[in-house]
């Protein structure tokens, strides 16, 4: 009996020992150790981009290029330059990005940017309500205001009432051609010639064909500086300051709110300042 009892106790501890292995290899099998090398496969999900970019890793600018002293091209070295571009320049360095410019006609510029031809345009452009319903604008960057452009040797225009039965040249769609629309509601019958680009409207005043422009007050005043026996700049009350800003997608609030602090950033520590009297001087 005693022999019975040894025996059975042996086969139980064997059945025991069995079960404990089996049990233990569920387990390896539920739970298998994490490696080294299992964890460095892991791949954390991707950052959030705070802003969309037409290229990843740089800030492209759509620009009208034929705005001296905003944005030219040097004859000399054939690259582009100017106020508008050195600013962009800056911006983009800031932001850790490399910067493209995208030379566009300026009747085409925003439609180019609300097909995300590029990401902000920077092209002298003044913000109007109207733009605004169309992109959104950084804070202003620059203070301009329209002027008369006239021939050196006319001294018949003065002001803006001058102007009446006059050819005026304009670019197409910029605050000048408002401008030249607005006096024309006012009473002051002018004809308006419309060009695409500054530069020809300039040519216009040389041949004689226009009796006098409307442009922005710096670019104006670069012209009469450069030429001063072919032109003359008239002042006029009429014109009120405008402002420039950087346009951008209105889906894109976040690069917006990037170019408002670093020009806020530009303003303070002085960079905005030599790069205003790089161009315009003090």
Same mark, same amino acid.
């Given at each position: 009996m005693k022999k019975m009892k040894g025996l059975l106790l042996v086969l139980l501890l064997i059945v025991g020992i069995a079960f404990a292995g089996?049990?233990?290899?569920e387990k390896s099998?539920?739970?298998?150790?994490?490696?080294?090398?299992a964890e460095e496969k892991t791949t954390p999900a991707a950052e959030e981009k705070p802003?969309?970019?037409?290229?990843?890793?740089v800030l492209t600018v759509g620009s009208d290029i034929a705005y001296p002293p905003f944005e030219y091209t040097d004859e000399k070295t054939g690259e582009y330059t100017g106020f508008d571009?050195?600013?962009?320049?800056?911006?983009?360095?800031?932001?850790?990005?490399?910067?493209?410019?995208?030379?566009?006609?300026?009747?085409?510029?925003?439609?180019?940017?609300?097909?995300?031809?590029?990401?902000?345009i920077c092209s002298a452009m003044t913000i109007t309500e109207e733009r605004a319903k169309q992109v959104d604008f950084s804070n202003p960057y620059f203070e301009a205001k329209q002027v008369i452009l006239t021939s050196a040797k006319d001294e018949s225009i003065n002001g803006v009432k001058d102007l009446a039965g006059k050819k005026v040249a304009v670019q197409q769609g910029t605050t000048g051609d408002f401008a030249a629309v607005k006096l024309t509601e006012k009473g002051i019958q002018l004809e308006i010639i419309r060009f695409e680009g500054t530069p020809e409207a300039l040519m216009a005043i040389q041949k004689g064909d226009a009796a006098a422009a409307i442009i922005d007050n710096f670019v104006a005043y670069l012209a009469a500086k450069k030429d001063p026996e072919t032109y003359r700049v008239v002042e006029d009350p009429e014109f009120e300051p405008e402002y420039y800003g950087?346009?951008?997608?209105?889906? $894109? @609030?976040? &690069?917006? !709110?990037?170019? $408002? @602090?670093? &020009?806020? !950033?530009?303003?303070k520590d002085g960079t905005y300042d030599q790069i205003y009297n790089k161009w315009f001087g003090q």
């Open positions: 089996c049990a233990q290899e099998v539920q739970e298998p150790k994490t490696t080294p090398a802003y969309d970019l037409v290229t990843d890793g571009i050195d600013l962009m320049t800056e911006v983009a360095k800031r932001l850790g990005l490399e910067v493209k410019f995208v030379n566009t006609a300026w009747d085409g510029i925003i439609p180019g940017l609300q097909a995300k031809k590029y990401d902000v950087i346009a951008v997608h209105k889906d $894109n @609030k976040g &690069l917006l !709110e990037a170019i $408002n @602090k670093v &020009l806020e !950033e530009m303003k």
